[in-house]
Nanobody, 125 residues
Framework: QEPVVESGGGLVQPGGSLRLSCAAS????????VGWFRQVPGKQREEVSC????????YYDASVEGRFTISRDSAKNTVYLQMDKLTPEDTAVYYC??????????????????WGQGTQVTVSL
């Protein structure tokens, strides 16, 4: 079983919304934080948002704050990323990640050890 699996990507028009899901396997302890990152071909991967599953504390990159909302459902071992007011600049492959070192500074991708395969988000007319 993969540690984390993303779903929910797709094509949406500018101004629209999508919700991404990151399902964590039952072997992933609740104290592991979960982060969302995105990457455009030819560019470095960048942080989007993360959440500490143990207490729900959330963090956002400035580029998405106020438009994206991260949340978790402990019963389902799932973290969601609700993305509203999408723009073409949000187009990317979105990855979720987790790991034991991510509790501190979960927006730092180097602290995440387990990564999903990614899900494509395309914002276009």
């Amino acid at each position: 079983q993969e540690p984390v699996v993303e779903s929910g990507g797709g094509l949406v028009q500018p101004g629209g919304s999508l919700r991404l899901s990151c399902a964590a396997s039952e072997s992933i302890p609740e104290y592991y934080a979960v982060g969302w990152f995105r990457q455009v071909p030819g560019k470095q991967r960048e942080e989007v948002s993360c959440i500490r599953r143990s207490d729900g504390r959330a963090y956002y990159d400035a580029s998405v704050e106020g438009r994206f909302t991260i949340s978790r459902d402990s019963a389902k071992n799932t973290v969601y990323l609700q993305m509203d007011k999408l723009t073409p600049e949000d187009t990317a492959v979105y990855y979720c990640a987790t790991g034991p070192r991510a509790y501190r500074d979960c927006l730092d991708e180097s602290r995440h050890d387990y990564w999903g395969q990614g899900t494509q988000v395309t914002v276009s007319l």
